[in-house]
């Protein structure tokens, strides 16, 4: 039993000592340069969803989401531009009509992992009418190469059109990729 707790110690030991070299001597950049650097950033998704309405699931329109973002390794300030592909019916509402929709938010990553908390307040442009509300979703970024990386999302929008969930509750899934710039 004393041998494994030497034996992880000295792992440990061995890992913190290379991190620390690799920090010193790695690049010509400030220790708060690398440690706070994401600068701007372009996401570009694919989603399709579901709605669940009246004890009912519906399929929602496809959809594409372009999201500028700018920001620190921990935090990043959105800009979604999101419109629907397809106009459908979904259970006599307008929710799946064409839209365009602007979703200003922000997402908050934890240290080290791929994985984000996304939050945002969509302002949704429909042709004679206009809806708002409040997206949250979770979802990671996978890093390919230094500026490329594979975007998963999930969503769900509660929006004055569906009564703040009481009408209706969407739920969005997303794949794409991501630009670091």
Do not use: C
Request: glycine content about 14%; aromatic content about 14%.
């Amino acid at each position: 039993m004393t041998k494994n707790v030497w034996l992880v110690g000295l792992v440990v030991l061995l890992l913190s000592t290379a991190g620390v070299a690799q920090a010193e001597g790695g690049s010509s950049r400030s220790h708060a340069e690398n440690s706070n650097a994401y600068g701007w950033g372009l996401a570009f998704t694919i989603g399709e969803g579901m709605y669940f309405i009246d004890g009912d699931v519906y399929r929602g329109p496809v959809s594409l989401e372009v999201v500028p973002s700018f920001g620190w390794d921990w935090f990043k300030f959105d800009l979604g531009l999101y419109t629907t592909l397809e106009s459908i019916k979904i259970a006599g509402t307008n929710v799946g009509n064409w839209n365009f929709t602007f979703r200003p938010g922000g997402r908050v990553t934890p240290p080290m992992l791929p994985l984000y908390g996304r939050i945002a307040f969509p302002l949704q442009l429909q042709k004679h009418n206009f809806d708002y509300g409040v997206m949250l979703g979770i979802g990671a970024d996978f890093p390919v190469t230094g500026i490329l990386g594979i975007v998963v999302e999930v969503d769900t929008t509660l929006s004055d059109k569906l009564r703040w969930g009481g009408d209706g509750v969407p739920l969005e899934f997303r794949v794409g990729i991501s630009l670091r710039f």
